[in-house]
């Protein structure tokens, strides 16, 4: 089973990603942590991604794409994934797709969240604080904004002609609301 989680910086995609993990038995895969993990062992891909990170811009297509397809032929990697950041451009989306079909495999279901941009900038700076995250910066969320509407909401538009079912899911509320709703969404039923 291959699922994508989308939604704006500050959505809750990482935490409902872990619990998605654990209730369907996909393993997590996101491309953000991936590359904050490159920036912290200093690696040229790290040194790479940190600059454009710290601009709020998006990590290149052809690097993402190539660390993405490292990981998903990696033996060692379950074929029941959830990605979480990619793909986040139509280009990004056209390569996994190709990534997948040679491995026989398609995307089964993409999680949209949808959560009021105020409250996605806030969620942000607080997350910023706590976490001491450099790649929040009130500039660094705006930019990260009007890129993933420029660019990532044309990824969910791609996903529904290809016939794959999209959830949108309101991601404001407790932790465990939100779950519930996707929970809802993904079981099925009885």
Do not use: N
């Not at 491995?103 to 604080?129: K, M, S, T, Y």
């Not at 705006?142 to 079912?165: C, Q």
């Not at 309101?170 to 009885?190: S, T």
């Amino acid at each position: 089973m291959i699922g994508l989680i989308f939604g704006p910086p500050g959505s809750g995609k990482g935490t409902q990603a872990a619990r998605i993990e654990s209730k369907f038995k996909l393993s997590h895969l996101s491309t953000g942590d991936i590359l904050r993990a490159e920036v912290a062992r200093g690696s040229e891909i790290g040194k790479e991604a940190e600059r454009i990170m710290r601009a709020g811009d998006l990590v290149p297509d052809d690097l993402i794409i190539r660390i993405v397809q490292g990981i998903i032929r990696d033996p060692k990697v379950s074929s029941d994934l959830l990605l979480d950041g990619f793909p986040r451009t139509l280009e990004q989306a056209r390569a996994l797709d190709e990534m997948l079909a040679e491995e026989g495999h398609r995307a089964d279901f993409v999680i949209a969240f949808e959560v009021p941009e105020g409250v996605l900038v806030e969620r942000l700076l607080h997350r910023a604080a706590v976490e001491g995250r450099a790649d929040d910066t009130r500039e660094a969320i705006t930019e990260r904004m009007h890129e993933y509407r420029a660019l990532t909401a044309s990824v969910l538009d791609h996903y529904r002609k290809k016939g794959v079912r999209v959830v949108q899911i309101d991601g404001v509320g407790e932790i465990d609301e939100v779950f519930e709703r996707i929970r809802k969404e993904l079981e099925p039923a009885p």
